[in-house]
């Protein structure tokens, strides 16, 4: 076995104390690794619960993060503006769904109309062409039998639409709970750790909810910039339903690039039913907005809220989409973005004692 031997001109004390800082060293890092391998272990076991939590956290952090911002500029104790902040939002979404709801579900339900109608059209079109028969004929029939199959499995689409809303009020309670008094949690999540680290656990679990909040802001900013650019573009088009193609627009960019490209899919649709020249004209209006959202607005954007390495957030979204489905495809670019603050925080500044910076 060899035995270290100390550098020239080294003394006794000197080295002992170079052997001492590294196996100091050598045990935080593995004791990082190991807390690492069991935080992903629990996670993978509990996938489904870790990411309701972590929804419920993300939105518990705007709330908080707007109550506090009121109680700033305005005055007024945080609870206070809190309070204010989720009786709006139950009114606003209320409004939506008693109000607002019937109207667009009656618009989606003629875009679906016109969806099969599109199919109709193509086929007695081009039905004729032996090569495009075998295509053409699953079409017509998944868009003829489409109302006959949803009424078919309504029974399991109700008990999942359950299960979902359960979901939801199970998530919207806690954000409630998490945003009422965050310290509670965090404090009680650090005192799981060891003295020495928990200072540093309150300034990591600080850090990652600063970055989930505006990471969140600049993305409803972002998807409200992409609903009015597109919303003004298909009414000047003309294409029919274009408000609500802009809504759904503007929804399907929460998840970035992949969900980009499958806003535009119903747009074009339905303008190619009004024409091949009106669905080229829309396909063209998409890709313009969402050139000017990946060149000019979203880098405003992050600027002033949290930015993240595209190739990163796509190996992300198809990671977590391929384990988790959809939730784990919605959620992400925000998991992605508290990683790397979490790896920053922990690895970066406490194991390695380096920065990010530069």
């Known amino acids: 076995m060899n035995v270290p031997v100390p550098p ?17 060293r050598t045990a935080r890092i593995l004791a990082w690794g190991l807390g690492l391998a069991i935080a992903v272990g629990v996670c993978w076991a509990m ?21 506090e911002f009121l109680s700033r500029r305005v005055g007024g104790p945080i609870g206070l503006w809190l309070a204010a902040i989720v009786l709006a939002l139950v009114a606003f979404l209320g409004f939506e769904i008693f109000v607002r709801g019937p ?43 489409g109302t006959h ?5 309504a029974a399991g689409v109700g008990t999942s639409t359950l299960g979902g809303l359960g979901s939801l009020l199970v998530m919207v309670v806690t954000a409630i709970f998490f945003a009422i008094d965050p310290g509670l949690y965090v404090g009680g999540t650090a005192k799981l750790m ?19 909040r505006w ?32 809504l759904i627009a503007a929804l399907f960019n929460f998840v ?9 899919v119903p747009a074009v649709l339905i303008a190619l039913g009004q024409g091949p020249q009106t669905a080229l004209y829309t396909a063209i209006l998409f890709f313009v907005v969402q050139t000017l959202e990946g060149n000019l607005i979203a880098p405003l954007i992050q600027k002033r809220t949290v930015e993240l390495a ?7 979204q198809t990671v977590l989409g391929t384990l988790f489905g959809p939730l784990g495809l919605i959620l992400a670019t925000p998991v992605t973005a508290a990683g790397v603050e979490l790896v920053k925080k922990v690895w970066v500044e406490e194991v390695l004692d380096d920065t990010l910076d530069g």
């Open 8 to 24: 020239p001109g080294a003394s006794d004390l000197e080295w002992q104390r170079r052997r001492a800082l590294a196996a100091e």
């Open 47 to 67: 996938a489904d619960i870790v990411l309701l939590v972590f929804a419920a956290a993300l939105l518990a952090c705007l709330l908080r993060g707007g109550a």
């Open 103 to 145: 109207v667009i579900a009656g618009q989606l339900t003629d875009i679906w109309g016109q969806l099969r109608g599109q199919a109709t059209a193509l086929w007695e079109r081009y039905g004729s062409a032996d090569w495009l028969q075998p295509v053409l004929g699953r079409a017509k029939d998944y868009f003829q039998d």
């Open 149 to 153: 199959k949803i009424a078919g499995m």
């Open 194 to 212: 060891p003295k020495d680290w928990r200072a540093h656990a309150v300034d990591t679990m600080g850090g990652i909810a600063h970055v989930l």
């Open 215 to 246: 990471w969140f802001i600049g993305q409803f900013l972002d998807m409200c910039a992409v609903g009015i650019l597109t919303a003004i573009g298909l009414y000047v088009i003309g294409v029919k339903l274009a408000f609500t193609l802009a």
């Open 256 to 264: 970035p690039y992949i969900g980009a490209l499958a806003g535009a």
């Open 310 to 316: 595209p190739v990163l957030t796509i190996l992300s």
